[in-house]
């Protein structure tokens, strides 16, 4: 009975990974995946995670028993402190919801479940593009995705009155995800001027914001300033929707094997007839039993990482610097990409390299040019064009320069 199932193709990214394991060139450089290298193109694990990892081992209470369904508190609490604020209004009047998730995409898979059973027919719109397994999450539970203008691939710039008008011409009360800080794949985040526009236009057409915050920390280097939108919409919103926020500590602590995420529900303020509390632990309760019936409770190590990490004045601070080295690094490295293709006088205008943030540069190049990259160079890149600047060093920036400077000329 399975003899006639149909072989999809591998996942683009992932395979990406394969051909460069196969590729036995000596010099290659991988700017394909997001994942943080450091200057020597290793992977990094953070000095607060290390110090994190010694406390837990060191503890003779630790052990491997399962965490309850909702997670580890001191993660959930901590997560919702970092991305609301210490002294969030949200969560002082306790109308957080929060749940423990296998990373972002386990929090976007909660919250597709959620809303093909709470909010059902409607479709989330997505930025065109957008991060690829946007669509396959949400489609994968039923729910339908609609694209939203937001690359303007001309000028490389945000094409704000496209956003906005599709905010204005949305059925009232669909569901717009927006990325918090570090777009992906183009790097391009609206001002903060753009943000106040983009969520005063989804207040005034009952839009139900859902944030991806998979990069706080990275784009800026601060926790305050990477969360500025999803801080104005919690705000915004506070009399009015609810909101979603799916948050990942893949990247800014760098747990990206380990699965450590969570799922944020705010409800909007009540008139004093309603209960919040009965309200958030009903959410609460609908989440736990997605989560129980897809991996009954969420991985413990990564949690117990994060936590420490959250929880302890030192480590936090340690974790502040290590995101600061994290995104100095990638933006001295967009600096000297773009400098050194400026001096190979390459054809075009490379500002944007330097102008995007977060981890990747929506670079421009063609599919065909990247294809050479690979074939002919060894840089490995997305077909979009998207390069993680993560994978950029001293040691490879020259070759990579060169090489894109040899493509797009021939
Ligand atoms: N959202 C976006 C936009 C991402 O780029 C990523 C990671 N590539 C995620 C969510 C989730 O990643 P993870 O499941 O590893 O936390």
Redesign the pocket.
């Known amino acids: 009975i399975f003899n006639n199932i149909e072989e999809l193709p591998g996942d683009a990214l992932f395979a990406i990974k394969q051909r460069l394991a196969e590729d036995s060139r000596t010099f290659k450089v991988d700017l394909g995946i ?1 994942a943080y290298r450091d200057e020597s193109g290793k992977p990094w694990v953070l000095p607060a995670v290390r110090k994190a990892e010694s406390l837990i081992h060191a503890d003779p209470s630790f052990n491997h028993e399962y965490l309850g369904i909702a997670g580890l508190p001191a993660l959930t609490s901590g997560a919702a402190k970092v991305i609301l604020g210490e002294d969030s209004p949200a969560l002082a009047e306790k109308r957080v919801v929060s749940s423990q998730s296998l ?4 929090a ?1 898979h909660i919250a597709a479940k959620f809303i093909n059973k709470f909010l059902p027919g409607r479709p989330v719109y997505v930025s065109d593009p957008t ?1 690829a397994n946007h669509v396959s999450i949400f489609e994968s539970q039923g729910v339908k995705t609609v694209t939203y203008p937001y690359w303007d691939a001309a000028t490389k710039t945000l094409n704000l009155d496209g956003f906005i008008k599709a905010i204005e011409s949305s059925p009232r009360g669909s569901i717009f995800l927006l ?1 918090a800080c570090a777009h ?1 794949p183009t790097g391009l985040d609206p001002s903060e001027a753009q943000w106040e526009e983009i969520l005063d236009a989804c207040v005034k057409n009952d839009i139900i914001p859902l944030f ?1 915050s ?1 990069y706080q920390g990275f784009a800026s280097g601060s926790l305050a300033k990477d969360a500025f939108a999803v801080r104005l919409g919690v705000k915004l919103f506070a009399e009015t929707a609810p909101i979603f926020i799916c948050q ?1 500590f ?1 990247k800014n602590v760098g747990m ?1 094997g380990e699965r450590c ?1 969570c799922i944020h529900l705010i409800v909007p303020k009540q008139d004093s007839s309603v209960n919040v509390t009965a309200i958030t632990k009903a959410l609460g309760s609908q989440i736990s039993k997605i989560t129980r019936s897809e991996v009954s409770n969420p991985p413990a190590y990564g949690a117990k990482i994060v936590a420490k990490v959250l929880n302890d004045a030192e480590l936090t601070q340690q974790w502040h610097q290590d995101m600061i080295t994290m995104s100095q690094r990638i933006t001295k490295m967009r600096r000297t990409l773009s400098d050194k293709l400026v001096a190979l006088k390459t054809p075009g205008n490379w500002d944007h390299i330097v102008n995007q943030c977060g981890m990747f540069s929506y670079t421009g190049l063609t599919k065909e040019m990247v294809q050479r990259l690979e074939k002919e160079h060894g840089v490995y890149m997305v077909a979009s064009g998207r390069a993680s600047i993560a994978g950029l060093n001293d040691q490879n920036v020259d070759h990579v320069a060169n090489a894109i400077n040899e493509v797009v000329r021939h």
């Open positions: 997001g990373s972002g995409t386990g976007l991060w990325h992906n991806d998979a990942s893949a990206y995420g």
